[in-house]
């Protein structure tokens, strides 16, 4: 924390209680993450730093600590805030009265998007908000050759980004075949980042891991299995523990949480829609879950707080202690992590901060982003006289699919789908105006009995997604987005139903966090008309397209078999 | 660690063992700082970096490590290389063999004798060694105004130094008093340097502590008592348990060892000479009786080599773990620290690496450094009719002072010493060629029969120090100092006994570490024929000077009451 002289004064003069402190919080429990006691005293801080822990202090604002407990602002290791559908300036109202001061996020779907012009606006909204944004440059846009994006960052944007202090180290590395093989790009990315790479390596072990380490890599958040995040950890590999909406690992990982493995671990909630944080809250619900699982609650805050912090290299914060930024939650309940209240760089969080804060940024380069031109069925005959076909099958609450094998009926050259066995007919739309491919193929277990549903999420390219019952429901729903400029859609019998728009860059809403989560609901129960059981049908259309995660995907470009990394006939 | 493309190819390649490693070393046993574990395996490096960990590999260069066990290199979180009477150079040959591979050193004993030449020859050794020398910048040279240094580092060359990424760093800020009372340049160091100071606060605490601790200062090596210690940690405080030639806390702060803490620890040597470096080691010493008194292994190694790693942002070193830097020290015993082989950025050190290493730069700036005419017994004689006396009382391997009153003879105007009582006359003479001060004063418990002893090491401005029984005897020996240009010196009976030359500054030898050592039991058993009993008189009369430590001590300027923090009449 930089400090001028004049500034470096007053905190003396205010640390020495020669001068009332800027803020006072009184009589209060601090939970001392490096002593692991609960000691009982006065929080000064003077600016946005604290000056004084333990001591008796008075203060020109001075609050009531005695039924509280305090302990550092939360620290998010790993997290993409398109996820939760709203602006980073809208996201901060959102997550920082859940006690999150810090966030490390990787703008890669708006990057996807937009580009570079993502970056840009990350790190312009992170300059303006109240809560410490760290924007990392997005590693892997576009995610694989075997899709069509709006945006890509090459080695030479990298490059360009990466002298900004703002944005020093690479978001998840998630091309580990191309770390692997050494293709130029991406050896070029490592050697601008080294030392501070993000990782992404599902699944990883024994000397490709050491590769993949190696590199530069430094951390994972997608351990899915203790042997292999235990595999991890000994080599070196800080281990994220995500719990993200539909990816959740705290409950497996939960063994290795101890004061012993803490310095090598973090939280992290990597995607989380925004029903899921209404429901299931933030970093704070994962630390009451894990204290109330049996984890040592000192282990727990230091996860939370400390271990992120100087994983990152960020001196300043993590503890409760004098010369530590004044990130500061305080809690009603230390072992249920009930946030009473949260202080960001010294101010108390409230309305009133939210209200002082500067204008925007301007989205306005995101908007009109669904680039092309309106559809009619006709675009979703499928051409072919092979019955023969391979389908996605979809599993609820995972984003793996399986690789199916059906016989589907070919009439006059046209392959049709079989509803009632639900199997329908999935379709992605490049739209970014650049080549206008139609991707087609079959889906199982979506279970609509009529209908479309239509998303403009649809990662990581962004691509618009949908899956129906009816060729003509289906181009109502992509219409119904083209005009909306992106968004969730429903339709049913020829009509649009409903549409949720997301105008910014297509992903993204310009309202407020509950206008988003209400919206959201609404679509749900829209979709739930159309006979689809799932809870989350939108979240698993969205992720259709992602050729890097097994087995079977659909892009723009048609359907592709993960394992062989190509594309497969219909 | 910057790796280019066709490194970083390299790299990939030999860890995935499609080529040969660099250098494996084969089927050894690997302390694991991360999970705890001892597990068996080979070590792959390419070039400066661990490429894996556990795997069987095979390399263009094998070392068997089947009798070893495996962990990273020691770090020294704090250490004044002056203290060992060597050459930066030369110091690496003395504890590179003992598996420090990174120290943080302070060249403030050069500084001042010699300015930011001092700093700049540290930099440029440390471009050129083996080891990684991390060099801080001085914080406090002069440490007072009641001396005369030969160098000063003022604000503005603080500020200099600070953009040198090699150099980023404040070391000790000793001078607490200044930071209490906001001393101007004491503000603009901290200001320049924050989020990157290092501290030196004896039994410093509550709010005077939060303050030291709020302008930026995050560790300190003087924890002399346990509560003390507590109460830094509490407060976020790094502690480095220092174990030097004089002050020692090792066996003081041993309880803190255990892995809740180790986060919060560090170790140093501080200050050692080199007859104890001969004798008990360096770091191996220090975790070798650390854990022979009980504390868990795990903790201490961390202690040694990951803790100050993240402390001081060094995210490259600490772990054996693919990525990181191939500092390794291999142990034929784990618990006794037993030091078989080190390897510092994959090279083997041996006799072999130290001949290969660039010409040392030229220690010429800092030759001839004792800038005064020659003395006369008359210097020596203390003129007085007051009898009433303050004595500076030294106790055996203690850095503190009794401030003693004694009633001494005054014959004609002039005071005279009691040597069968132990009271002998000390001396501190300018010899920087600035004003030719002579300090004079009496002081008990040097023992000295008859001659007198000197040294151009007097902390810490490095004036010509000399105690003795004889003005004579004094004269003899200060002169020999001049003579020489620098060193320790015994004289009696109006001859010069014994010279050891230190005429890098007046500190630093230009021989080998074994010669120096020999130099100095050889000048130790001189010193004892004039009946001195204690067992490092050079090492107590060079701190007689520093006017930081209580209670009484002597400058050029004359004997100062540290309390009182001012010059009184002897």
Redesign the interface.
Same mark, same amino acid.
């Given at each position: 924390?930089?400090?001028?002289?004049e500034q470096?004064?007053r905190?003396?003069? &205010?640390? %020495?209680?020669l001068e009332p402190a800027d803020l006072v919080i009184r009589n209060t429990r601090i939970f001392?993450l490096?002593?692991?006691?609960t000691?009982t005293g006065d929080i000064?801080v003077?600016g946005d %730093?604290?000056? #004084?822990?333990?001591?008796t202090y008075s203060g020109k604002n001075e609050i009531d600590g005695s039924n509280w407990t305090a302990v550092p602002g939360f620290i998010d290791a790993h997290v993409h805030v398109e996820s939760s559908m709203i602006t980073p300036y809208e996201f901060e109202r959102c997550v920082l009265p859940h006690g999150v001061t810090t966030a490390f996020c990787d703008p890669h779907e708006l990057a996807n998007v937009a580009g570079a012009a993502a970056l840009d606006y990350f790190l312009e909204c992170s300059r303006r908000m109240i809560m410490d944004l760290r924007v990392r440059i997005s590693s892997c846009v576009p995610s694989t050759h075997l899709e069509t994006a709006g945006g890509a960052l090459s080695a030479a944007t990298v490059r360009h980004y990466a002298t900004d202090p703002a944005a020093p180290g690479l978001a998840e590395f998630m091309n580990v075949p191309g770390? =692997?093989n050494?293709a /130029?790009d991406v050896?070029?990315k490592? !050697?601008v980042c080294?030392?501070n790479i993000d990782g992404h390596a599902p699944l990883l072990g024994? %000397?490709?891991?050491?590769?993949y380490?190696?590199? #530069?890599?430094?951390n994972c958040h997608e351990c899915s299995l203790l042997s292999e995040a235990?595999e991890k950890? %000994?080599?070196?590999?800080q281990i994220l523990i995500r719990e993200g909406s539909v990816a959740r690992n705290l409950d497996t990982l939960l063994p290795l949480i101890n004061? &012993?493995?803490a /310095?090598?671990l973090c939280f992290c909630t990597d995607d989380r829609n925004p029903l899921d944080i209404v429901h299931s809250g933030h970093l704070d619900r994962m630390i009451a879950r894990a204290i109330a699982a049996g984890a040592d609650p000192?282990a727990v805050y230091r996860i939370a707080c400390?271990s992120p912090a100087?994983h990152f #290299?960020l !001196?300043?914060r993590g =503890?409760?202690? /004098? #010369?530590?930024r004044a990130d500061i939650v305080l809690l009603s309940d230390l072992e249920q992590c009930r946030v009473a209240q949260v202080i960001k760089d010294g101010r108390i969080v409230d309305d009133a901060l939210f209200a002082a804060r500067p204008p925007a940024p301007s989205v306005a380069p995101f908007l009109h982003s669904i680039k092309r031109e309106k559809v009619s069925a006709e675009a979703f005959r499928v051409r072919s006289t092979r019955p023969e076909t391979p389908v996605i099958g979809i599993r609820e609450l995972s984003l793996t699919t399986d690789f199916l094998k059906c016989t589907l009926p070919c009439d006059g050259g046209e392959k049709r789908a079989i509803p009632k066995q639900d199997i329908l007919k999935v379709a992605v739309l490049e739209r970014h105006g650049q080549n206008g491919h139609i991707g087609l193929g079959f889906v199982r277990g979506f279970g609509l009995h009529s209908g479309a549903i239509a998303s403009s999420i649809g990662h990581d390219s962004h691509n618009l997604c949908v899956v129906g019952v009816s060729d003509e429901d289906m181009a109502v729903a992509v219409n119904a987005l083209i005009d909306a400029q992106g968004g969730l859609a429903v339709a049913r019998n020829g009509k649009t139903m409903d549409v949720m728009p997301l105008p910014v860059g297509g992903l993204l809403s310009e309202k407020s966090f509950p206008e988003v989560a209400q919206e959201l609901e609404r679509i749900h129960q829209s979709a739930r008309l159309t006979g689809c059981p799932l809870e989350t049908p939108f979240l698993q259309l969205a992720f259709l397209p992602l050729p890097v995660i097994p087995f079977l995907r659909i892009t723009d470009q048609g359907v592709v078999d993960v394992e062989k990394f190509t594309l497969i006939e219909v």
């Open positions: 924390m930089k400090a001028t002289c470096l004064a905190i003396i003069d &205010q640390a %020495r209680g001392c490096t002593s692991g006691e000691i000064a003077c %730093r604290i000056v #004084g822990v333990g001591e770390v =692997l050494k /130029p050896l070029e490592l !050697s080294s030392e024994g %000397r490709d891991l050491n590769a380490l190696a590199a #530069g890599v430094r235990m950890l %000994r080599k070196g590999m004061v &012993q493995n /310095p090598f000192l400390y100087l #290299g !001196s300043d =503890l409760l202690a /004098p #010369g530590c």
